[in-house]
């Protein structure tokens, strides 16, 4: 890990205790990195932020999967199709741009509070990033390589586990890697805005209640969780490219 680009984080976060120290804060809206720290270690040591982030990653990891699967299953078909890949892309085109927020109001007609919207909102977010960079990835696999799974005699699925998917693999990764982050910032807003669960519920409590250390901790946290995320997932990425001894370019 290259640590000189923690100087500057560390240079913002000195300067900031130094300036609380000096002259105080008299404010509603900023706290000390002191007072911040000592909340978050407080906050973990009750548990009260190991059950939020418990239930904001069950939600983003739930999402995730739902909306992953299914954004990896229609990119492979449109991939693989150009007729239905011209036929849907007005419709895809036409909902993708919808914010995931714009839908809470319809699921919640449909799921009510709690994890199923939550879930369900996170799945509408990260599915369409998943199927447009699969579909761009299996469009763009070397049409050779399908002609040799027909010469072989391959069955269309044979040819999916076999050609299809280990030549888009590093591409998909990426996708999944996007829509992670995708679905931890919508699993938040759902939180902050509706859902009385998780980080996002935890901030929002703490900054009505007026206590901007606890809503900078919750915060803090968050980085730390997202940063955790995306490290358990490129870890992951490159167990799964190495025994499928992958040896291209990643990206």
Do not use: C, H
């Amino acid at each position: 890990m290259n640590w000189r680009g923690a100087i500057l984080p560390v240079s913002v976060i000195a300067a900031a205790q130094f300036a609380a120290t000096t002259y105080g804060i008299q404010s509603d809206a900023l706290a000390s990195p002191v007072e911040i720290l000592a909340s978050l270690l407080q906050a973990l040591a009750d548990g009260s932020m190991i059950r939020a982030t418990l239930e904001t990653l069950g939600a983003a990891l739930g999402g995730l999967l739902v909306g992953g699967s299914a954004g990896i299953l229609a990119g492979i078909v449109l991939g693989l199709s150009g007729v239905l890949n011209r036929l849907m892309t007005v419709s895809i085109e036409l909902v993708r741009p919808v914010p995931s927020v714009a839908i809470i109001p319809l699921f919640m007609l449909v799921f009510g509070l709690g994890f199923r919207l939550e879930i369900a909102v996170v799945a509408f977010g990260v599915v369409w990033t998943v199927l447009v960079l699969t579909r761009a990835a299996v469009a763009g696999i070397e049409p050779r390589l399908l002609e040799v799974a027909r010469v072989l005699g391959m069955s269309r699925a044979q040819a999916i586990w076999k050609i299809v998917l280990p030549s888009a693999l590093p591409r998909i990764f990426v996708a999944l890697r996007l829509a992670a982050t995708v679905s931890l910032i919508v699993a938040v807003t759902v939180e902050v805005a509706v859902n009385p669960l998780g980080l996002g519920y935890g901030m929002q409590i703490a900054q009505q209640a007026l206590r901007p250390e606890w809503m900078f901790a919750y915060l803090v946290w968050l980085i730390i969780v997202g940063w955790s995320f995306n490290y358990l997932l490129v870890r992951i990425e490159g167990i799964v490219l190495r025994r499928m001894n992958f040896t291209g370019p990643r990206r």
